[in-house]
C-alpha cells in the first residue's frame, strides 16, 4: 500500500479522509459476511496490536525498524515484495531470523485489480514461489498493493492458498511529514488487535510503482514512536500470527479498484 489511493497533500484529520474511504468500501461490500472477508483486525484479550510493514525489504528502511522493533522487543509482520526480496535476500532473511513474519504484497507493486486475471494469478503463484524458495518458509497472508481488490482478485489470493490481510488504522508513512506527526497519525484508532499499516519502504518505478517522492524521515524514528505510544498504553507490537496465538481473525468484506 502506497499513497495512490489517497490524497497526498496533507494528512487526513480524525474522521477525515481514511474513515470516509473506509466507508466507501463498506458500502461498496455491503453487509458483512464471513466467506468474501478479508483479515482486517484480531479479536483479543491481549493487550497487543498488529504491527504490519509493507515495501520492503529495503537497505536504510528494514534495518532501521527492525532496530527499533528489536529495542522494544516487539515482533511485526512485512509484506514484502518478491522481487524486491531477491535483490536484497540479506536482508529479507535478517528479518525472518529476527522472529518477524513475513508475507506477500506481491512480485511487484503493481494495482492487482487492473491486470488481467490470467496476469493476477501468475503474479500471486510467482510471488509466493519466490519469497517460499528464498526464505524456506511457507507464505500465509497476502496483502495486495494499495489495498486493491476486487472479488476476482479475492478468490484468485484464496486460490493461490493465501489469506487477504488489510489493515485498520494507517500511518500515512508514504508522506514525507515528521515522524512525530506520521506517529500521532499511526495512534488515532490504534486499539487492542488493531491492524496497523506502516512501511519499512518505499515503491518505485522499479516496483511498477509511481507513489511521489521517497519520503526521507527515519522509519526507525517513526516505529520508536509508536512504540513509546503503545508502551504508555499497556500495548505490545505483535505479529500476525503472533497475535493470532491468543486471538481470532475479525474479518471484512473489504473490496477497492
Ligand atoms: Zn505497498
Known sequence: M?????????LPEAGGAGAALRRTILNLAGPVTGPIGSLTSVRTRAPEVVLTFDDGPEPGGTDRVLEALA????????????????????????VLAAGHEIGLHGTDHRRLSRLPPATVRTQLAAGTARLEDLLGIPIRWFRPPYGAQTPAV?????????????????????????????AAQAARGLNRGSVLLAHDGHAGPEDGADDGPRPRFDRGDLVRAVLAGLDERGLRGRSLSGALVVGAPRTTPWFLR
Not at 2 to 10: D, M
Open 71 to 94: 529495542a522494544h522487543q516487539a515482533t511485526a509482520t512485512f509484506f514484502m515484495l518478491a522481487d524486491r526480496a531477491r535483490r536484497n535476500p540479506a536482508l529479507a532473511r535478517e
Open 154 to 182: 479475492w478468490r484468485a489470493i484464496r486460490r493461490q492458498g493465501l489469506t487477504p490481510v488489510l489493515w485498520g488504522p494507517c500511518a500515512w508513512d508514504w508522506l514525507d511529514r515528521p515522524a512525530e506527526v506520521l
Open 2 to 10: 502506497s499513497g495512490n489511493t489517497e490524497p497526498a497533500a496533507s
